[in-house]
Every structure is written in C-alpha cells, then in structure tokens.
Nanobody
Framework: QVQLVESGGGLVQAGGSLRLSCAASGRAFSSYGMGWFRQAAGKEREFVAG????????YYVDSVKGRFTISRDNAKNTVYLQMNSLKPEDTAVYYC??????????????????WGKGTLVTVSS
C-alpha cells in the first residue's frame, strides 16, 4: 500500500512557474514508476509526465514538452513536477500516481496502482 499526497498547487499568472510535489509513504517508493496526470473541468483526465522507478526514463505529453520537468528524490520519497511558462490551458487538478515496478515512464490512467487526491493549479491570463 502506498499513500500519495500532492502539494504545491495554487493560482499563478500566465508565464509563471509552480513546482508540484508528491510525497509518498508506505511500501518502497523506489519500486514505483510515478506519473503526473491532470483533469480540467469538463474534460477527461490526461497523462502529463512520467518517470521510471530508476529515474532513468522520463516521458512528457507534447503539450508540456520543454516547459515541464518531472524528477524524483527516492531518499525523500518524493516526486516533483516543475512547471514553467504556464498557460491558462494548464489549469486543472493535478494528480500524482504510482505503478509498481514500472521502468517505462509512459503511463495510462488505468495502469496506475495508487493515486493521490490532487492539487489544483489555476493559471490566469
């Protein structure tokens, strides 16, 4: 069992930056591939970025490439999402999720084993 808690969301102007954190507790964090997903109002949840359990592989959806960076610190049981050059269309609830023993970096919603409750990111124009 893994518990995930996101933090770092908030209101930011377009062009600004935020860093999301996801703190994990429970079973060995380093055994999990981690992903960030987001869900905007009235839309389906979508994959944003992922990182393999070793940290050696990362994957980004095209709309955030060059602006977002996913990273992990296994010593702190935490995964991060650095978001730069934010746009109003990035507004969504952002969720952290974990998949056991995955070295892929690319994930789908139905493939994740554990989820956090989400943190809201609002980007004003």
């Amino acid at each position: 069992q893994v518990q995930l808690v996101e933090s770092g969301g908030g209101l930011v102007q377009a062009g600004g930056s935020l860093r999301l954190s996801c703190a994990a507790s429970g079973r060995a964090f380093s055994s999990y591939g981690m992903g960030w997903f987001r869900q905007a109002a009235g839309k389906e949840r979508e994959f944003v970025a992922g990182i393999s359990w070793t940290g050696g592989k990362t994957y980004y959806v095209d709309s955030v490439k060059g602006r977002f960076t996913i990273s992990r610190d296994n010593a702190k049981n935490t995964v991060y999402l650095q978001m730069n050059s934010l746009k109003p269309e990035d507004t969504a609830v952002y969720y952290c999720a974990a998949r056991y023993l995955s070295n892929s970096g690319y994930y789908t919603s139905d493939g994740m084993h554990y989820w956090g409750k989400g943190t809201l990111v609002t980007v004003s124009s």
